[in-house]
C-alpha cells in the first residue's frame, strides 16, 4: 500500500516512453517539436554529433577527467531521465515559464493552461522533517535565508557533469547551475544563503511606493454607527489631508448621559481599500497597536459603503456606515 513518495528515475523514463506510445512519436523527437523548439532551446540535444561534440567540455569526478566512454556513453531508452545535453542558458528558458505572472502564463509558449503550470508548484507531500517535500514533478525545500522561502528545485547527474536550478518563485528569480563536474549540484544551496537576501535588499532599494487610489475623495464624508442597542453612537468625519492621507475625527455620545468623547487619527493609504492608522500629534486618540492597526473601507463598484478598523479599541468590530 501507497504512504510515501519514492524518487525513482525509472519513473521519467516509463513516463517519457509513454508519450511514444500514445502519440506514435518518438520521446525525443517529441520534446524536440513541443519543449525544445517552442522555448527556442537551441543548445539542447540528444544526439552528439561531431560538431556538437566540440560544444561540449570534458566530464570530471573531482580533478580527474574521466573518459568519454564513460561520460557519453548513449542512454538510448533511459533518454528520458538524463540522456539529452543542454546549457545553463537553454535550462534559463524552461525555468523562464514559471517567472512569469498569471496573464503571462496565458501566453506560455508550450500552450500549457496556466492552472497546470501553478500546480506544478504546488506540494504534493512533505517529509517528516517539515522542511523537505515532493511536488510534480519539483522537490521542495523550506529554506530560511531571507524572508524565508518554499523553493523548487530540479537536479540531475551523470558521470562527469552535473546540472540544477532552484526556482523562488516569490521574487520572481531563479538560480541555474551547470558544470563538468558531479560535485556541483549542492553548489546553489550555497550560491542561494549568499544572494538571495542580497536580491532581497536590491528589490527593496528600488522597489516604488505604489501609487494611492485615485479615488480616495470618494472615502471622504460621514459616517455613523450605533453599539450597545443603539445606547451609544459613534459619529466619524473623514477629510482629505493628501492624495494618500485622510483625517479621522470621530466623536461618541451616550444617550443615557449625552457625554461626547472625541478621537482624531491619520490614516495613511497602505494598499486596496486599508488605511494604515496612527496619531497625529498632540490629538486625542483611540487605542492603537503600533503598525497593525487599519481602517478598512468596504465598496460596491465605485461606492463606497462603510468602514471598520481592525484591533483598534473601543471601535473594534464597529462597523461606520456612510450617510
Not at 568519454?68 to 548513449?74: D, E, G, I
Not at 532552484?166 to 542561494?192: C, K, M, P, Q
Not at 449625552?258 to 500629534?281: E, I, K, Q, R
Request: charged share 10%; with cysteine; net charge negative.
Amino acid at each position: 500500500m501507497y504512504q510515501y513518495p519514492i524518487y525513482a528515475d525509472v519513473a521519467f523514463e516509463i513516463i517519457g516512453r509513454a508519450i511514444e506510445e500514445i502519440t506514435g512519436v518518438a520521446y525525443e523527437d517529441w520534446i524536440q517539436k513541443y519543449v525544445f523548439g517552442p522555448l527556442n532551446m537551441t543548445n539542447t540535444f540528444f544526439n552528439l554529433t561531431p560538431d556538437r561534440a566540440k560544444q561540449v567540455p570534458p566530464g570530471y569526478a573531482g580533478s580527474v577527467a574521466l573518459p568519454n566512454w564513460l561520460t557519453h556513453y548513449p542512454m538510448n531508452w533511459a533518454n528520458p531521465t538524463g540522456g539529452a545535453y543542454t546549457s545553463t542558458r537553454d535550462i534559463a528558458k524552461f525555468v523562464s515559464l514559471w517567472l512569469t505572472n498569471y496573464e503571462e502564463r496565458m501566453q506560455n509558449p508550450l500552450g500549457m493552461q496556466p492552472q497546470t503550470l501553478n500546480e506544478m508548484m504546488l506540494p504534493v507531500f512533505w517529509n517528516a522533517d517539515g522542511l523537505t517535500g515532493y511536488g510534480s514533478p519539483f522537490e521542495l525545500y523550506l529554506l530560511n535565508y531571507g524572508s524565508g522561502y518554499l523553493v523548487k528545485t530540479k537536479a540531475g547527474m551523470q558521470p562527469g557533469y552535473a546540472s540544477s536550478f532552484h526556482i523562488y518563485e516569490e521574487i520572481d528569480t531563479a538560480l541555474v547551475y551547470t558544470g563538468n563536474s558531479v560535485n556541483g549540484v549542492g553548489y546553489l544551496f550555497s550560491a542561494g544563503y549568499s544572494l538571495i537576501p542580497a536580491f532581497e535588499r536590491v528589490l527593496q532599494d528600488f522597489a516604488q511606493p505604489p501609487a494611492a487610489p485615485s479615488n480616495i475623495s470618494s472615502f471622504v464624508g460621514n459616517y455613523l454607527a450605533s453599539i450597545w442597542m443603539g445606547s451609544i453612537y459613534f459619529s466619524a468625519n473623514i477629510t482629505l489631508m493628501s492624495e494618500s492621507m485622510l483625517f479621522v475625527n470621530i466623536s461618541s455620545s451616550m444617550i443615557a448621559t449625552s457625554t461626547v468623547n472625541m478621537f482624531a487619527l491619520n490614516a495613511t493609504w497602505f494598499s486596496g481599500n486599508d488605511f494604515l492608522l496612527n496619531s497625529p500629534s498632540g490629538a486625542s486618540t483611540c487605542m492603537l497597536q503600533s503598525g497593525n492597526d487599519l481602517l478598512s473601507f468596504q465598496t460596491k463598484g465605485d461606492t463606497v459603503l462603510s468602514f471598520s478598523m481592525q484591533s483598534t479599541e473601543p471601535f473594534y468590530g464597529t462597523t461606520f456606515y456612510k450617510k
